[in-house]
């Protein structure tokens, strides 16, 4: 089984910096693609950045120049660097990754559970 565990959310002022960390663990034999995504009251889901096991990355147009997606292949852990936050990228951030399972083969998408930002004005 895989677990993503997040960390790093908290409340800031706008124009101030978070860095969210997201570990997996578990009985992984590769982990593809990773990604961020973001979820405010009311609102859908939205993929903020991802970024493959070669390290290419994209991002939101919302935060593109600001955020920066990186991964640690050898920790596998996936990071958001968020610069220049904004009341609206309050939400809840959630990990997503597709793993690879050692004991099957298989492929899965997990998710996290979730980190809170909340960016005050």
């Known amino acids: 089984q895989v677990q993503l565990v997040e960390s790093g959310g908290g409340l800031v002022q706008a124009g101030g910096s978070l860095r969210l960390s997201c570990a997996a663990s578990?009985?992984?034999?590769?982990?593809?693609?990773m990604a961020w995504y973001r979820q405010a009251p009311g609102k859908e889901r939205e993929l903020v950045a991802a970024?493959?096991?070669?390290?290419?990355?994209n991002y939101a147009d919302s935060v593109k120049g600001r955020f920066t997606i990186s991964r640690d292949n050898a920790k596998n852990t996936v990071y958001l660097q968020m610069n220049s936050l904004k009341p609206e990228d309050t939400a809840v951030y959630y990990c997503?990754?597709?793993?690879?399972?050692?004991?099957?083969?298989?492929?899965?998408?997990?998710w996290g559970q979730g980190t809170q930002v909340t960016i005050s004005s």
């Open positions: 970024i493959t096991n070669g390290g290419f990355a």
């Open positions: 578990g009985t992984i034999l590769r982990i593809g693609d």
């Open positions: 997503n990754a597709r793993v690879v399972v050692s004991t099957t083969f298989a492929e899965h998408n997990y």
